[in-house]
């Protein structure tokens, strides 16, 4: 069964500090990948998809994720965070090949960005 | 407005009663879902369906189940046979491919 990992639970930094969560599925066909991100008491929202083309994606709020298909990876990034950044962040999969099309959620990265 | 709409916000039930949480959209999609949110385990699917009249479970489908009879509605009904219920469950909706999912609000159900 395909499953989606998220590697760190809970990651807390500083303003202006950089940031990068990681995401891994075990999925070996073609993919269409997703970072969701929920902020406290709102639903969620997409911040950047890859479906084919460049690796590199830019998402809204100066997120960006590199797609590296020998490592099943999708890791989000961004340069410099902001206090509004905490939220929770999830990786999403979905399975191109598959005619139903499963999308499945990491556990989720609980970001809290301090003063 | 188009979106998701799911109703209610929250809910509270007696243990042992089945509990049906609605879910509607408007923005045409084919494909809609269903998702439990747990602490620290983050989304886990229960069903979703891609055509009226059909669907799968997901990976914790036990003591649920869903009806798909227009391509509005995804109806959600949590049953007695569900032994934890209590929790946050999200609809979301998507194009079949490639397959961006808009999520509602949510609704908190509360056994007790």
Redesign the interface.
């Known amino acids: 069964?395909q499953s989606v990992s998220?590697h760190n639970?809970h990651v807390i930094l500083s303003e202006a500090a950089s940031l990068e969560l990681g995401c891994n599925y075990s999925y070996g066909g073609t993919v269409?990948l997703?970072w969701?991100v929920q902020y406290p008491g709102q639903?969620?929202?997409?911040l950047l998809?890859y479906?084919s083309g460049d690796p590199l994606v830019k998402g809204i709020k100066g997120f960006e994720a590199e797609f590296i298909k020998s490592k099943f990876s999708f890791n989000l990034r961004k340069p410099s965070v902001q206090w509004s950044d905490t939220a929770e962040y999830?990786c999403?999969v979905?399975q191109?090949t598959d005619?139903?099309?499963?999308?499945?959620?990491?556990?989720?990265t609980q970001v809290v960005v301090t003063p | 407005d188009g979106g998701i709409t799911q109703s209610p916000k929250y809910l509270f039930r007696k243990e042992g009663q089945n509990v049906t949480l609605s879910c509607e959209q408007n923005l045409n999609h084919d494909a809609m879902y269903w998702y439990r949110q747990d602490p620290g385990q983050g989304l886990r699917l229960i069903y979703y369906s891609q055509i009226v009249n059909d669907f799968q479970k997901g990976d914790i489908a036990e003591g649920y189940s869903v009806s798909r009879e227009k391509k509005e509605s995804f109806p959600l009904t949590v049953t007695s046979a569900q032994k934890n219920p209590t929790a946050f469950y999200l609809c979301a909706s998507s194009v079949l491919y490639p397959g961006e999912a808009f999520f509602g609000q949510g609704t908190r159900l509360t056994v007790v």
């Open positions: 069964a998220q639970h269409n997703f969701y639903h969620l929202q997409l998809k479906f999830f999403a979905k191109t005619s139903w099309g499963k999308l499945q959620f990491g556990a989720g």
